[in-house]
Every structure is written in structure tokens, then in C-alpha cells.
């Protein structure tokens, strides 16, 4: 398995993370340490959840089981040093977790200490912030974005006091690295001049949604983030499941992500499923699994760190590790470039 840099760390994380939010819903705890043995079998070093999973649906019953899930392992196995573990923060608007509470120096400390009890270690390697304050076009928001009822003087002012926050954390030995999650270009950049500017925390990595159907760092981001040492964490790098075909024409299997959420986070659109079948079949076309021709498409991008992908069973994630020694030809790359012009901004 390919290593990457994670930013100016000194750190490196496998081109694969073994994604969880799954893990507590659709994943029992058996066959959750099941695909944690087998990523670590397969050169995977890099493991990615968040205080507010699982998902499918999110609940306070269930809120922390997936770091939970993670911590039985830990502690079943003494194995912990062996990955580099990322948790997540959540934002405002999750009313379960602290009231809905927007990310603050106060909220910092308390997030922290949640996850390490659940997590059952004493340091988490990638701190990140899971999504701004101020809002997100992620999440297909980028339709309606309007950001100008910011307030800069605001924004800045919470982005040099979580920083603090979080330089406290890498004093006291809880954090190590620290990354953001669905941000922008411009959001990017000011947590960049902040923690240069003050001395704090640096910006690590950036997890965003990156796909086959979902290409939007592909400009002020890439070049923000190739210069500045700051690599993409990809998500859905497999389209929540659109691109390993199984959704075409009506399908809806048992069990899978879209038996429980429709529209699966509004990426069900008209024009989804006729983008899905352009690479589908460029895969058939050069012999190609669409699974590993969407993941290798993904960590052969320059600006990428780890590709992060979820695998609800142990045999998916067989399946999809079959794949991880593909390459793309610079043939596939073109044609793959031909679809996305042809199906733009699919959802």
C-alpha cells in the first residue's frame, strides 16, 4: 500500500483510510473489528470517525458508538499504535451533542475528552473540525451558497481561538495533527495565515467530498492546497455506493445505503444515473472493476492524501481491496475527463 505525507507532519497515512460511519448501524461490532484486521493485513494505517457517528440514520441512541466500536478494538487487541487514528469534531446544529453548540475554545476540550473515553486511548493522531462554523456548500448546498451574511471579523476571530483551543490539546499530548472537513477554498487559506501568523496548529489535511460524480476541488482547492502542503481526504470517493453500479435501472438492493435514505443525501438526481453508466462503462470497455477504477481514479489525483472509503460488509471491503494495486492509463484518464465534461456536477 502507497504511504503519503499527511501535510507537514511527518507522518505518513496509507492512500486507503478505512472509513466507519457505518460501524454501530449497518456494521456490527463483530464484523467492524473484522474489517479493522483485515485493513491492517492489507497495508491500511489509517482509520477515520467522528464523535457524532455511526450514520444511516444519526441518533443520540446511537451517537459515539463507532468511536466505541474502535476503542473494544483497541483495547481487545493492544494494537492501537499500529494506525493513525482520526476523529472528528462536530459542528453547530447536531442537537444531541452539546445542544447543537457551534465549535468553540469551550466546546474543544469537552469534545476531546468524549472521544478519547469512547476511543479508549489517550491521543488522537488527526484532530479535525467537521465542518465550519459559518456554514458549507458541501452536502450539496453549493446550489443555494450565499455566503454574504458572514460576518469576517467573526469568523476570524473563532478561527484564532479554536487554534489556541487546539494548540492546548497538542500541549496537554491529546492531538496531534489537526484538519478540517468540508471547507473552502477561502476558509482554508485563513486557518492557514492564522496558525502561521500565530504560531499555532498548522492545517494538516482537508476532508471533502471526492468522486468520479463529485469533482469540485478540482480548482481553487487543489491549487490552494497542492501549494500549501494540505492534502485531500477524499469522502464518498465511491458516490455512496452510485458507482459501483448496483443502483442502475431501479435497483435498490436490501440493506444498502439507499433502502435507508432515498435520495442518498440528495445525490439522486436526473441525471445521476446516465453519469453512473458513462463510467461504468469506460470500465467494462478497458476489462476494469468500476469499484477500483473509481478508488484508483481517486488516490492518482495530485492534491490526494487518503482516499476514504466505507465498506458496510467484510466482503465488500475484500472486494474493493482487490483493487488496490491499480493503475489508470493515461487512455482511461482521458476518457474519465471526456464523462465528466459531458456529465457535469451530476447531483
Not at 493513525?84 to 469534545?111: E, F, Y
Not at 451574511?149 to 495533527?177: F, P, Y
Not at 458496510?312 to 487512455?331: D, F, K, P
Amino acid at each position: 500500500m502507497k504511504m503519503n505525507p499527511l501535510g507537514r507532519t511527518g507522518r505518513s497515512v496509507s492512500e486507503y483510510c478505512l472509513g466507519t460511519m457505518t460501524f454501530g448501524t449497518q456494521t456490527s461490532e463483530a464484523d467492524a473489528h473484522a474489517q479493522m484486521d483485515m485493513a491492517l493485513d492489507h497495508g491500511i494505517n489509517f482509520i477515520d470517525a467522528a464523535e457524532m457517528y455511526p450514520v444511516n440514520p444519526i441518533t443520540a441512541e446511537t451517537q459515539g458508538r463507532t468511536e466505541a466500536y474502535l476503542g473494544s478494538w483497541f483495547a481487545k487487541t493492544g494494537r492501537r499504535n499500529e494506525w493513525v487514528l482520526a476523529t472528528k469534531h462536530s459542528g453547530a446544529g447536531v442537537q444531541h451533542i452539546r445542544g447543537g453548540a457551534p465549535i468553540t475554545t469551550s466546546t474543544v476540550r469537552d469534545a476531546v475528552e468524549g472521544s478519547l473515553k469512547r476511543l479508549q486511548t489517550e491521543h488522537i493522531d488527526l484532530y479535525q473540525l467537521h465542518w465550519p462554523n459559518r456554514g458549507s456548500y458541501m452536502f450539496r448546498q453549493n446550489w443555494e451558497y450565499d455566503p454574504s451574511s458572514q460576518n469576517k471579523a467573526e469568523t476570524l476571530a473563532n478561527m484564532e481561538e479554536v487554534l489556541e483551543a487546539l494548540q492546548a490539546e497538542v500541549d496537554r499530548g491529546t492531538i496531534g495533527a489537526f484538519g478540517l472537513s468540508n471547507e473552502s477554498a477561502w476558509g482554508t487559506a485563513q486557518w492557514l495565515r492564522l496558525s502561521e501568523d500565530k504560531g499555532l496548529p498548522r492545517v494538516a489535511s482537508i476532508q471533502n467530498e471526492y468522486s468520479l460524480l463529485c469533482r469540485m476541488f478540482d480548482t481553487d482547492l487543489a491549487e490552494l492546497c497542492l501549494n500549501e502542503d494540505v492534502g485531500l481526504l477524499a469522502f464518498s470517493p465511491l458516490a455512496t455506493g452510485l458507482l459501483t453500479g448496483k443502483y442502475q435501472n431501479g435497483q435498490t438492493p436490501d440493506g444498502s445505503r439507499k433502502a435507508i435514505n432515498g435520495d442518498l443525501g440528495g445525490r439522486v438526481s436526473p441525471g445521476v444515473f446516465d453519469a453512473v453508466q458513462a463510467y461504468l462503462d469506460i470500465a467494462t470497455k478497458h476489462g476494469l472493476d468500476p469499484v477500483h477504477m473509481a478508488m484508483a481514479f481517486t488516490v492518482q489525483r495530485p492534491f490526494m492524501c487518503s482516499s476514504i472509503f466505507g465498506a458496510t460488509t467484510v466482503s465488500q471491503l475484500e472486494h474493493l481491496l482487490q483493487g488496490a494495486e491499480v493503475t489508470l492509463s493515461n487512455e482511461v484518464l482521458a476518457e474519465i475527463n471526456a464523462a465528466n465534461r459531458a456529465h457535469p456536477m451530476p447531483f
